[in-house]
C-alpha cells in the first residue's frame, strides 16, 4: 500500500510535469521577417539569419519568453526590394505573427514601412540608415549603429574627419553610389558635411543598381581629379568598383567610406590586396575595445558553425548585431511582459538594452541615440587568404581616436 507521504510526493510530480506540458503546449511566439538569403545581399543576410536562429535556439532551451517558446518564420527576400511588400503583407495577413522585424539592409527595410504602418505595428529593423527620416513612425527601431538626431551625416563622419586630419587638407570631393535607398540617404549626408567643410563638390552622381561595367564611372571621376572619392554602395557594386578603381589606377588621396561589402569575408578573400589603402566604415571588430568576453564567447560559437551553416567564416559584421537584434526584443518582451504591440513600442522607447554589441537605447526618432561607427583601413592584405583577415594589422581602426589601432596610409595612390 502506498503511503500517505509517497501519493503526496507523485502528486507534486504529476502537478510539475503537468505545468511543464501546458508550458510546451502553449504557441510559440512568432517572430517574422524577410531576409536576403540569395542575391547580392546574400552574404551578410545569411549570417544574419544564423546568428539569430543561434538565439532561437538558445532562447527555447532555456523554456521561451513569458512561458513560450520562439519560432523565427522567414521568407527570402532574395535582395529584391519589390520582394517585400508580399512578403510582408503575408506575414501579418496570412501568418499572422506575433512580432513583425526586418531583414538586412536599408533598402530592404523602407518597401516594408507602408505595410508595417498601415497594421500599426511596431517595428524593430536591422541596419536601415536613416529610414524613418521620411516616415517619422512612432513604433519603427532601428538596430544601427548610425544613430544620433542626424543619422545621414553620422554614416560617413569618420571618413570625413579621417580625410580633414591629413596634410595638406583635401579640397575636392567626388560622390557617387546606386540609385537605390541606402546609396542615396549616404549621399545626402555626405553633401551636409561637405558643406560644413568648403569642400567642393567635382563630381555628384548614381549609377542604376543593375551597372556590371564600373569602369567607365571611375574614369569619369579620375578626370574630375578629387581629393577625396566617397563611394556608397552595395556589395555587388562595392566589388566592381574597387576592381575597376585598381584597372584604371585611380588618383586621389582616399577611396571609399560608404562600401557595403568589403565587411564581409567572402568578398575580402575574393579582392585580396585589390582592398589596400581604402578607407571604408565598420561597425564592430573583435580587436577593438567594442569587444566584449560576451562577443568574443559568441563569435566562438558562431564560428564553430559557420562551415557547416554555409555562412560568413568569421562572422565579423553583421552576425553580432543580428544576435544584439533579438536580444533587444527579448528584454524588451520581458520588460512589457507581452507581445503587444504598444506595450512593445513602450518599452523599447523606454528602456536600456544590455546587448553583446554594448548597450543600447534608442531616440526619438527610433535611431540609436548616440552614433558609433568606425572609419577603418585595410592595410598589409598580401593574398586571398581568408586567415590574414584575422589579423588586426589588416584592417586598421582609424576613428573614432579612443578606439584607434593604428595610422592611416597616405594618400591611397600610393597603395
Known sequence: MLTRRLVGAILAVMVMLAGTFVAHAQAPITIGFGMALTGGLAPNGKGA???????????????????RPVKLIYYDDQSNPSTIPGIYTKLLDVDKVDIIMSGYGTNMIAPAMPIIIGH???????????????????????????GG??????????????????????????????????????MDGARIIAKELNLK?????????????????????????????????????????????????LKTKIFGGGMVGLQ???????????????????????????ASPESLEFLKKYQA?????????????????????????????????????????????KGTFKTIVGDVKFGPNGEWLEPRVLAVQFQNVKSNDMEQFRDPKTE??????????GDIEYPYSKQ
Not at 137 to 146: E, I, S, T
Request: charged share 20%.
Open 49 to 67: 539569419l544564423f546568428a539569430m536562429q543561434l538565439w532561437e535556439r538558445e532562447t527555447n532551451a532555456k523554456g521561451g519568453l513569458l512561458g
Open 396 to 405: 586598421v581602426i582609424l576613428w573614432p581616436p579612443e578606439l584607434k589601432t
Open 264 to 290: 564581409s569575408t567572402s568578398i575580402k578573400v575574393q579582392l585580396g590586396s585589390m582592398l589596400n589603402g581604402i578607407v571604408d566604415y565598420d561597425y564592430w571588430l573583435p580587436w577593438s575595445k567594442l
Open 120 to 146: 500599426n505595428r511596431t517595428f524593430l529593423a536591422l541596419f536601415g540608415l536613416a529610414i524613418n527620416t521620411e516616415f517619422n513612425y512612432p513604433k519603427y527601431f532601428a538596430l544601427q549603429p548610425v
Open 305 to 349: 558553425e559557420a562551415p557547416s551553416m554555409g555562412v560568413d567564416a568569421l562572422g565579423y559584421y553583421l552576425p553580432p548585431f543580428a544576435y544584439a537584434y533579438v536580444q533587444v526584443l527579448q528584454q524588451a518582451i520581458e520588460a512589457a511582459n507581452s507581445v503587444d504591440d504598444d506595450k512593445l513600442a513602450d518599452a523599447l522607447r
Open 201 to 249: 563638390i567635382v563630381y555628384d552622381k548614381t549609377y542604376p543598381p543593375t551597372t556590371s561595367d564600373y569602369s567607365p564611372i571611375v574614369r569619369a571621376i579620375q578626370a574630375t581629379s578629387p581629393d577625396i572619392v566617397l563611394v556608397c554602395s552595395y556589395p555587388p557594386d562595392s566589388v566592381g568598383m574597387v576592381r575597376a578603381a585598381n584597372e584604371v589606377g
Open 149 to 186: 538626431p542626424k543619422p545621414k551625416e553620422a554614416f560617413a563622419r569618420g571618413f570625413f574627419s579621417v580625410a580633414m586630419q591629413q596634410t595638406p587638407k583635401p579640397e575636392t570631393l567626388a560622390i557617387v553610389g546606386a540609385d537605390a535607398e541606402f546609396p542615396r540617404n549616404a
